[in-house]
């Protein structure tokens, strides 16, 4: 009688649910650079940092192709260097890490995958072979920028950037790998998970936030209010809310974002669809997010994808994300002063 008791008591404390997660720490206010193609101007940053944000994210991308087990990046292949913008090596990525603290900015790396001819969101092989192959390649691009991380005094190191598939059928690979990084690279730790994917990641244990591309879809309409696009949330608050609770950590948007565009909230995350110009749309997005995410107590703050560097114009003419010189740039700037 006594077992069955405490098998029952067992049962009831294990159905529990956690209380839910409460971050006090300072929230971060930053933006996602886009690597410049030359060494920007010394006051490059100064629109980020009058803007009130107080963090950038510094994006080192790598290469491979799909189809292929070969991953590239400029300390394993010198061909690269010739072609890729110094913004992307790793004497870009230092440079761009000084420039920051010069001027007060706190600093976040986060690797990125560029596939070609495919999605990094999907990479994934049929064979043992080839995942090792893969592994090998890719521990030493990750490690190689957490001692950068590290020698640098970076404030945040996000491991990558939606390798979600990669992560949930190669978990202990994953596992090992933070535990290499964490013995060169002495700071806080997150990993970037898609929007769509972020509750299936296995290693948020090992981290110290929960980070997720949040290019949640919000309206189906083409110009949705501040107070339609706050609805649309509600679903999503509650997802990220459980999945703080269930991990105990702080959730960190890694990348938000909306273009400029009609129906800027129904698919957010789709980049290359016909845009109808419409800045007012996507500084509501922006506005719904600040005042309905932001204020969650278990919401560490995020990036804004994405802000350019160079202070040529053509550079980002017709890009349709980047809040610069947008409406959407003053929603920021009233929120984070």
């Known amino acids: 009688m006594r077992s069955r008791f405490l098998l029952i008591i067992g049962l009831l404390i294990s159905c529990q ?26 006051l490059a940053l100064a629109p980020v940092q009058a803007m009130g944000s107080e963090w950038v994210a510094i994006v080192p991308y790598g290469f491979c192709r799909k189809g292929e087990a070969r991953f590239y990046f400029s300390e394993n292949t010198k061909e690269q260097r010739k072609w890729q913008w110094w913004g992307e090596t790793p004497e870009g990525v230092a440079g761009t890490v000084r420039m920051a603290q010069q001027q007060g900015l706190k600093t976040m790396l986060k690797p990125h995958v560029w596939m070609q001819g495919g999605s990094h969101l999907d990479l994934e ?10 592994e090998h390649d890719y521990a030493q691009y990750v490690l190689h920028f957490a001692r950068l991380a590290d020698s640098l005094k970076v ?13 949930v059928a190669r978990p202990h ?19 970037a998970a898609n929007w769509d994917r972020y509750e299936q990641i296995p290693f948020w ?3 110290d936030f929960i980070g997720v591309d949040a290019y949640f879809p919000l309206s189906g309409k083409q110009a949705p209010t501040i107070s339609e696009l ?3 949330w509600k679903p999503h608050l509650k997802a990220l ?6 991990f105990q950590k702080p959730v960190l948007f890694t990348e938000f974002g909306y273009r400029s565009c009609n129906y800027t909230a129904q698919r957010p995350w789709e980049s290359e669809t016909d845009c109808t110009p419409n800045p007012a749309a996507q500084a509501n997005a922006y506005s719904a997010l600040l005042e309905t995410v932001w204020p969650q107590p278990w919401f560490a703050g995020g990036f804004a994808w994405k802000w350019f560097m160079n202070v040529e114009p053509r550079h980002r003419e017709g890009d349709q994300y980047s809040p610069q010189n947008k409406p959407a740039q003053e929603v920021l700037a009233k929120g984070w002063q």
């Open 230 to 232: 706050s609805r649309g």
């Open 241 to 246: 809310q459980q999945t703080s609770s269930r």
């Open 155 to 167: 404030d945040l190191f996000c491991i990558t950037t939606e390798l979600d598939r990669f992560a």
């Open 205 to 207: 244990p090992d981290l």
């Open 173 to 191: 690979f994953w596992k090992n790998l933070i535990k290499q990084i964490q013995q060169v690279y002495k700071g806080p730790l997150t990993y």
């Open 17 to 42: 649910t956690q209380p839910p997660f409460q971050y006090t720490g300072r929230k971060l206010e930053g933006v996602n650079l886009v690597a410049p193609p030359r060494r920007p101007d010394s």
């Open 125 to 134: 092989f049929s064979t043992e072979t080839e995942w090792q192959t893969f």
